[in-house]
T-cell receptor, first 114, second 113 residues
């Protein structure tokens, strides 16, 4: 069965510093991978997705992620973090018949210090 | 388009009560799903549907029922609420293409006393 691991429960980054959030997946076939962000009390917003092709994908809000098949990873990066980036971040892999559902990691809470 | 809508936004139930969480989408999406979100657990799949009349269980289906009589609606029923069902519930929909994005509703926050 597919699974997603986000090793870091919390991460604190200084404003203006770079960010990398880790995500490892387990999936037998070609993975379809996603990163979502959730601000406190809000719903989920898609940051970016990977299906095929270029392994470096660009998303919204200046985020990017790199798919590394050899490491079963899909890490999220941002070169300079803003205070408004403080939120919870979820990595997910497409699952189910026809990739009709998502399997999520448990999330990483990003705190931004001044 | 309204996208994915969920009602109610917030609900308090007593143990043993029943209720239905409503989910509707106006994008003619074939796929619809229900997830629950609990602190430290991420989102876990409850039930899903790949089309009208077709439903299946996800990771945590116990205590929940679903049906899909139309493409637009995918209600989630709690027959006898338990405190363990206190959670935030998200409905999602997507077209029947693997590379398509899942669209999430705003969520329903449920408290069972």
């Amino acid at each position: 069965a597919q699974s997603v691991t986000q090793p870091d429960i919390h991460i604190t980054v200084s404003e203006g510093a770079s960010l990398e959030l880790r995500c490892n997946y387990s999936y037998g076939a070609t993975p379809y991978l996603f990163w979502y962000v959730q601000s406190p009390g809000q719903g989920l917003q898609l940051l970016l997705k990977y299906f095929s092709g270029d392994t470096l994908v660009q998303g919204i809000k200046g985020f990017e992620a790199e798919f590394k098949r050899s490491q079963s990873s899909f890490n999220l990066r941002k070169p300079s973090v803003h205070w408004s980036d403080a939120a919870e971040y979820f990595c997910a892999v497409g699952a189910g018949p026809g990739y009709s559902t998502l399997t999520f990691g448990k999330g990483t809470m990003l705190l931004v210090s001044p | 388009n309204a996208g994915v809508t969920q009602t109610p936004k917030f609900q308090v139930l007593k143990t043993g009560q029943s209720m239905t969480l409503q989910c509707a989408q106006d994008m003619n999406h074939e796929y619809m799903s229900w997830y629950r979100q609990d602190p430290g657990m991420g989102l876990r799949l409850i039930h899903y549907s790949v089309g009208a009349g077709i439903t299946d269980q996800g990771e945590v289906p116990n205590g929940y029922n679903v049906s899909r009589s139309t493409t637009e609606d995918f209600p989630l029923r709690l027959l006898s609420a338990a405190p363990s069902q206190t959670s935030v519930y998200f409905c999602a929909s997507s077209p029947a293409e693997p590379q398509e994005t899942q669209y999430f509703g705003p969520g329903t926050r449920l408290l069972v006393l």
